[in-house]
């Protein structure tokens, strides 16, 4: 019965494998399962389009932040190998719960060995033996494991948040690379209207050769700058394509704009009380309270488990039916368990110090990271509101004057270099605001971790 039944169980497992694989060999590769065991949670509209992207027919519309993340948590190989602990770590629980097996014993004794005829002349049995942890051994164990899997899925939420961190920064970068060339392009167009600008005056004598360079110069410096930010935009792009874990998205378009103006949600004192809750603060207790469960099961360590066994023969003079049932344990007169138990304290110490400087390490993060938004946010009002007006309307007034005759070309050339490096300043004032943002972000709102279902469904 037990063999047909493992046949059926053969048969339709080869019939499932073979559905799935047939199902995946379509045009597009198979989407991935947004629902499995440590999948994010994402809401329908951004699993649409994570599905979209998974596949690998031509992306028509553009990337949003959210969805970004939503790729790299559903496919990004350090998330995958963190998942894949957590899956161990549900393993090794589950293992710890389970007792030994028993053991089969097959005795032949009192064998004669000068006369008599030899092995029916003996003692026979046959019997099992099993042995029997000392009481509160298996419940720790089954504690030490279960903690073992909260450790690692804290510390697979520890790596969500970084990377959601790293994802969102990069998001940022591209899109601050994509803007830094746009910006460059205008510039290099200006510049070269000023050269032709330059030589025409030249040639028609209303200026000097001086004048000429001078243009030509800053010319093919803006062209230098040019190329060094598309350069800059393929190296952000590659980055952002390995974080997502799918590097065929390179040449993806990324859709919304940096923000240039800080959320109030970030400003606000209140925020240094969500640090409790944030993965790496969780990861430390989680790790505490294993190191004091382990510290427990040392205690019980010089207990000893007894064995017991129970076995029914034969003697072979009389053939006699006999039933012996026998106990034995280990005596604790040299092991002690003094070493593991000095270990244990040890380790709870350790994760105790590990417990305050993630603590104290989280409080420093935020107030760095929330002095630097604030900093980034004051720079980029100000260039904003008061620089880059300044240099745009210095701009007009030089290209009134000199078109009056009033300034010289040089002033113009001038003039305009500084308006050019401002507004490229400008750019990266507003793209060290979005990194700052990503940080308290990550700091104060982690993604969503949901934790693993398949621990409770072993063999």
Same mark, same amino acid.
């Given at each position: ?155 697979? +939420?520890?790596?969500?948040? /970084?990377? *959601? $961190?790293?994802?969102?920064? #990069?998001?940022? &970068?591209? @899109? %601050? =690379?994509? !803007? ?34 001078? +243009?030509?110069?800053?010319? /093919?410096? *803006? $062209?230098?700058?040019?190329? #060094?930010?598309? &350069?800059? @935009? %393929? =190296?952000? !792009? ?34 240094? +009380? ?186």
């Amino acid at each position: 019965m037990k063999q047909i039944l493992m046949m059926r169980w053969f048969r339709f497992s080869v019939l499932a494998v073979l559905l799935t694989v047939g199902g995946s060999r379509g045009g597009a590769a198979q989407a991935p399962d947004l629902a499995g065991t440590n999948a994010p949670k994402v809401d329908d509209a951004v699993r649409r389009r994570i599905m979209q992207y998974h596949s690998l027919t031509p992306i028509l519309t553009p990337m949003t932040v959210d969805e970004a993340v939503g790729l790299a948590l559903a496919h990004n190989p350090e998330i995958r190998a963190a998942g894949a602990r957590v899956d161990a770590a549900a393993g090794r629980a589950y293992q710890a719960k389970q007792w030994s097996n028993p053991e089969l014993e097959l005795n032949s004794e009192d064998w004669p060995v000068s006369h008599g005829h030899g092995f029916s002349d003996a003692k026979q049995t046959l019997g099992v033996a099993q042995t029997l942890p000392y009481p509160g051994k298996k419940a720790l164990d089954k504690q030490v494991g279960d903690a073992g899997v909260k450790l690692s899925e804290a510390e697979l +939420a520890v790596r969500r948040t /970084e990377i *959601a $961190r790293a994802v969102k920064a #990069g998001f940022f &970068r591209v @899109l %601050a =690379s994509e !803007r830094l060339v746009a910006v460059s392009t205008q510039l290099v167009a200006v510049a070269e209207a000023s050269a032709a600008t330059a030589r025409k005056r030249v040639d028609a004598g209303a200026g000097t050769y001086q004048e000429q360079l001078r +243009a030509e110069v800053q010319l /093919e410096l *803006a $062209r230098a700058e040019l190329s #060094g930010f598309q &350069r800059e @935009l %393929a =190296s952000a !792009r590659q980055v952002f394509a390995t974080l997502l874990g799918q590097p065929e998205l390179i040449k993806a378009r990324l859709a919304g704009s940096l923000a240039e103006a800080p959320a109030a949600r970030l400003m606000e004192e209140a925020g240094a +009380a969500q640090l409790a809750k944030h993965p790496s603060a969780v990861a430390a207790q989680a790790n505490l309270d294993r190191a004091q469960l382990e510290g427990r099961r040392a205690r019980l360590a010089p207990y000893p488990d007894v064995k017991v066994g129970v076995s029914g023969g034969r003697l072979g003079e009389t053939d006699q039916s006999i039933i012996q049932l026998g106990f034995s344990l280990p005596l604790p007169l040299i092991d002690r368990g003094k070493g593991k138990q000095q270990e244990a304290r040890a380790n709870v110490s350790a994760a105790e110090a590990e417990l305050d400087g993630v603590r104290q390490q989280l409080q420093r993060a935020w107030a760095n990271a929330r002095q630097r938004y604030e900093t980034a946010a004051a720079q980029v009002a100000s260039y904003r509101e008061r620089m880059l007006p300044k240099a745009a309307e210095a701009l007009r007034l030089v290209q009134l004057g000199f078109e009056q005759g009033k300034f010289s070309f040089m002033d113009l050339l001038d003039t305009q270099r500084t308006t050019a490096e401002a507004r490229l300043a400008y750019q990266g004032k507003v793209l060290e605001l979005n990194l700052a943002q990503a940080e308290l972000e990550a700091l104060l709102q982690p993604p969503v971790h949901r934790a693993s279902t398949t621990r409770n469904s072993m063999p």
